[in-house]
């Protein structure tokens, strides 16, 4: 059974920078297209960018949104993947969600919480 | 805003069959998929490329498409389905990723 457990979040100014992760169980992140989705309190679902899988180029595509502020990334040899947040705005408060897939979202972790506050 | 569009809430008597709709131009060439979240919980993929089931989901879930709108049809509502119910699917250019807005489902 596929294991996603996201870290890494927490309280930051706007315009701070924060690093989420999430590390993956009984499943290679490296052979799969990866995504990340967030949700705003109390809104519905955003899709925020996704990376291909090695073989396909680790190719990288964002939302307009956080288009040129948040960066996907990931360790092969850890088996984690990583969403970099720059330039964090009051927006950009929600529940981030590590997902497995590029448009059909398979399975989920739990989620962990980003709060851009002053 | 979001170039899926969803009826903010839905309501459906316990026994009887709902079903949920999900609107956008992008819908006429690619597939929706649709997930289950219930409060507190990471969502779940309930029904993916319009009308298949993934394992272990129960066969009242069902999905169709016709035109730019997609629906997932609950039929015979349990209590246990009381969630807010996502569409997704590429967006118009295809290159992007969409969600709707979202369905809360109440069972009376």
């Known amino acids: 059974e596929v294991q996603l457990v996201e870290s890494g979040g927490g309280l930051v100014k706007p315009g701070g920078s924060l690093r989420v992760s999430c590390v993956a169980s009984?499943?290679?992140?490296?052979?799969?297209?990866m995504s990340w989705v967030r949700q705003a309190p109390g809104k519905g679902l955003q899709w925020v960018g996704r990376?291909?899988?090695?073989?396909?180029?680790?190719?990288?595509d964002y939302c307009a949104p956080v288009k040129g502020r948040f960066s996907i990334s990931r360790d092969a040899s850890e088996n984690t993947l990583h969403l970099q947040m720059n330039s964090l705005k009051i927006e950009d408060t929600g529940v981030y969600y590590c997902?497995?897939?590029?448009?059909?979202?398979?399975?989920w972790g739990q989620g962990t919480m980003v709060i851009v506050s002053s | 805003s979001s170039e899926l569009t969803q009826d903010p809430a839905v309501s459906v008597a316990l026994g009887q069959t709902v079903r949920i709709t999900c609107q956008g131009d992008?819908?006429?060439?690619?597939?929706a998929n649709w997930y289950q979240q219930k409060p507190g919980q990471a969502p779940l993929l309930v029904i993916y490329?319009?009308?298949n089931r993934p394992s272990g989901i129960p066969d009242r879930f069902s999905g169709s498409s016709s035109g730019n709108t997609a629906s997932l049809t609950i039929t015979g509502a349990q209590a246990e389905d009381e969630a807010d119910y996502h569409c997704?699917?590429?967006?118009?250019?295809?290159?992007?990723?969409?969600f709707g807005g979202g369905t809360k489902l109440t069972v009376l």
């Open positions: 009984e499943f290679s992140l490296n052979n799969a297209w």
């Open positions: 490329n319009t009308d």
């Open positions: 992008s819908l006429s060439n690619y597939y």
């Open positions: 997704n699917s590429r967006d118009s250019s295809g290159d992007l990723v969409v």
């Open positions: 997902v497995v897939g590029s448009v059909r979202f398979t399975d």
């Open positions: 990376i291909s899988s090695e073989t396909e180029g680790g190719r990288t």
